[in-house]
Nanobody, 113 residues
Framework: VQLQASGGGLVQAGGSLRLSCKAS????????MEWFRQAEGKQRELVAR???????NYADSVKGRFTISRDNDKNTVFLQMNSLKSEDTAVYYC????????WGQGTQVTVSS
């Protein structure tokens, strides 16, 4: 199993970024996918989850601003982040649980105020 995340960067508050996570090594279309984030000095937290049917769940802190989606043809999960705030600054990880946890390498998102 491999998860390759990309799309992070530096953005001003109020701006947008789109993260991508390309997956391989498992049957993507029948697997829940998740995005987590970890800010410096804090625990890793779940940001968003998408089911195999496309049902989504979000942390309260990002509801209405972030959108998770998936492209099963491309084995890729996305996180569209709008109206970014300084508190969104973190390393973002894609995650899948298949008998055990697998994590992408993380992509840094920095929001300047």
């Amino acid at each position: 199993v491999q998860l390759q995340a990309s799309g992070g960067g530096l953005v001003q508050a109020g701006g947008s970024l789109r993260l991508s996570c390309k997956a391989s090594g498992f049957i993507f279309r029948i697997t829940y996918m998740e995005w987590f984030r970890q800010a410096e000095g804090k625990q890793r937290e779940l940001v968003a989850r998408i089911s195999t049917s496309g049902r989504t769940n979000y942390a309260d802190s990002v509801k209405g601003r972030f959108t998770i989606s998936r492209d099963n043809d491309k084995n890729t999960v996305f996180l569209q982040m709008n109206s970014l705030k300084s508190e969104d600054t973190a390393v973002y990880y894609c995650h899948v649980s298949i008998q055990r946890d697998y994590w992408g390498q993380g992509t840094q998102v920095t929001v300047s105020s």
